[in-house]
Protein backbone atom coordinates (compact mmCIF):
# COMPACT_ATOMS: atom_id res chain seq x y z
CA UNK A 1 0.00 0.00 0.00
CA UNK A 2 1.45 3.84 -1.01
CA UNK A 3 -0.36 7.12 0.65
CA UNK A 4 1.09 10.08 -1.41
CA UNK A 5 0.41 13.41 -0.18
CA UNK A 6 0.99 16.31 -2.28
CA UNK A 7 2.20 20.00 -1.25
CA UNK A 8 3.06 23.24 -2.87
CA UNK A 9 0.42 24.22 -4.64
CA UNK A 10 -0.85 28.34 -4.61
CA UNK A 11 -1.41 31.22 -6.45
CA UNK A 12 1.35 32.46 -8.69
CA UNK A 13 1.64 35.46 -11.32
CA UNK A 14 2.46 34.18 -14.76
CA UNK A 15 5.85 33.77 -15.53
CA UNK A 16 6.79 32.76 -11.94
CA UNK A 17 7.51 29.26 -10.95
CA UNK A 18 6.21 26.79 -7.95
CA UNK A 19 7.82 23.12 -6.71
CA UNK A 20 5.30 20.69 -6.23
CA UNK A 21 6.10 17.72 -3.80
CA UNK A 22 4.50 14.13 -3.64
CA UNK A 23 5.55 12.41 -0.65
CA UNK A 24 4.97 8.73 -0.34
CA UNK A 25 4.65 5.99 2.43
CA UNK A 26 5.11 2.36 1.90
CA UNK A 27 7.96 0.29 1.49
CA UNK A 28 7.60 0.74 -2.67
CA UNK A 29 7.42 3.81 -3.57
CA UNK A 30 11.31 3.11 -4.73
CA UNK A 31 10.09 0.97 -6.94
CA UNK A 32 7.23 2.71 -8.18
CA UNK A 33 6.67 4.13 -11.20
CA UNK A 34 5.59 7.68 -10.86
CA UNK A 35 3.57 10.66 -12.57
CA UNK A 36 1.79 14.03 -12.74
CA UNK A 37 -1.71 14.77 -13.49
CA UNK A 38 -3.44 17.81 -13.48
CA UNK A 39 -7.76 18.62 -13.87
CA UNK A 40 -8.59 22.48 -14.72
CA UNK A 41 -12.30 23.12 -14.10
CA UNK A 42 -14.82 21.51 -16.56
CA UNK A 43 -11.74 19.22 -18.11
CA UNK A 44 -10.70 15.60 -17.88
CA UNK A 45 -7.65 14.92 -15.69
CA UNK A 46 -4.69 15.15 -18.30
CA UNK A 47 -0.88 13.85 -17.98
CA UNK A 48 1.84 16.18 -16.94
CA UNK A 49 4.84 14.32 -16.61
CA UNK A 50 5.81 10.56 -15.60
CA UNK A 51 9.46 9.49 -13.98
CA UNK A 52 10.47 5.87 -13.92
CA UNK A 53 11.01 4.26 -10.35
CA UNK A 54 15.26 5.05 -11.06
CA UNK A 55 14.90 8.69 -12.19
CA UNK A 56 16.60 7.84 -14.76
CA UNK A 57 13.54 7.61 -17.35
CA UNK A 58 11.18 10.46 -17.97
CA UNK A 59 8.45 11.82 -20.17
CA UNK A 60 6.82 15.49 -20.24
CA UNK A 61 3.28 16.64 -22.43
CA UNK A 62 4.04 18.53 -24.73
CA UNK A 63 1.99 21.53 -23.51
CA UNK A 64 4.67 21.31 -20.34
CA UNK A 65 7.97 20.51 -22.43
CA UNK A 66 10.87 22.43 -21.38
CA UNK A 67 8.88 24.44 -18.47
CA UNK A 68 8.31 21.41 -16.00
CA UNK A 69 10.77 19.37 -14.60
CA UNK A 70 10.23 15.99 -12.86
CA UNK A 71 12.58 14.29 -10.46
CA UNK A 72 12.36 11.81 -7.13
CA UNK A 73 14.64 11.38 -4.44
CA UNK A 74 13.97 8.13 -3.06
CA UNK A 75 15.70 8.16 -0.15
CA UNK A 76 13.07 10.80 1.05
CA UNK A 77 10.31 9.04 -0.51
CA UNK A 78 9.19 12.25 -2.17
CA UNK A 79 8.59 13.30 -5.81
CA UNK A 80 8.80 16.74 -7.34
CA UNK A 81 7.59 18.80 -10.14
CA UNK A 82 9.58 22.29 -10.80
CA UNK A 83 7.01 24.50 -12.50
CA UNK A 84 9.12 27.48 -14.29
CA UNK A 85 7.02 29.69 -16.68
CA UNK A 86 3.85 29.43 -15.50
CA UNK A 87 0.74 30.30 -17.89
CA UNK A 88 -2.88 30.94 -16.59
CA UNK A 89 -3.68 27.83 -18.66
CA UNK A 90 -1.63 25.90 -16.20
CA UNK A 91 -4.25 26.64 -13.90
CA UNK A 92 -5.67 23.22 -12.64
CA UNK A 93 -5.25 20.88 -9.35
CA UNK A 94 -2.73 18.83 -9.60
CA UNK A 95 -2.24 14.86 -8.48
CA UNK A 96 0.80 12.38 -7.97
CA UNK A 97 0.26 8.83 -8.75
CA UNK A 98 2.31 5.54 -8.14
CA UNK A 99 2.24 2.69 -9.60
CA UNK A 100 4.50 -0.13 -8.09
CA UNK A 101 6.71 -1.93 -9.03
CA UNK A 102 7.44 -0.62 -12.66
CA UNK A 103 10.39 0.37 -14.51
CA UNK A 104 7.93 2.28 -17.20
CA UNK A 105 7.42 5.33 -17.24
CA UNK A 106 3.53 5.71 -17.66
CA UNK A 107 1.07 8.39 -19.69
CA UNK A 108 -2.09 6.90 -19.09
CA UNK A 109 -4.32 7.27 -15.48
CA UNK A 110 -5.63 4.06 -15.51
CA UNK A 111 -2.67 2.33 -15.07
CA UNK A 112 -1.78 3.98 -11.56
CA UNK A 113 -2.78 2.27 -8.84
CA UNK A 114 -2.33 5.06 -5.93
CA UNK A 115 -3.24 8.71 -6.28
CA UNK A 116 -3.21 11.84 -3.95
CA UNK A 117 -5.53 14.53 -3.06
CA UNK A 118 -4.37 16.73 -5.56
CA UNK A 119 -3.12 20.09 -4.45
CA UNK A 120 -4.27 23.77 -5.97
CA UNK A 121 -2.13 25.70 -8.44
CA UNK A 122 -3.67 28.95 -9.83
CA UNK A 123 -1.82 31.02 -12.17
CA UNK A 124 -3.28 34.58 -12.38
CA UNK A 125 -2.68 36.59 -15.92
Known amino acids: QVQLVESGGGLVQAGGSLRLSCAAS????????MGWFRQAPGKEREFVAA????????DYADSVKGRFTISRDNSKNTMYLQMNSLKPGDTAVYSC??????????????????WGQGTQVTVSS
Open 97 to 114: AAKGPSGATIRVDYEYDY
Open 26 to 33: GRTFSSAA
Open 51 to 58: INWRGSST
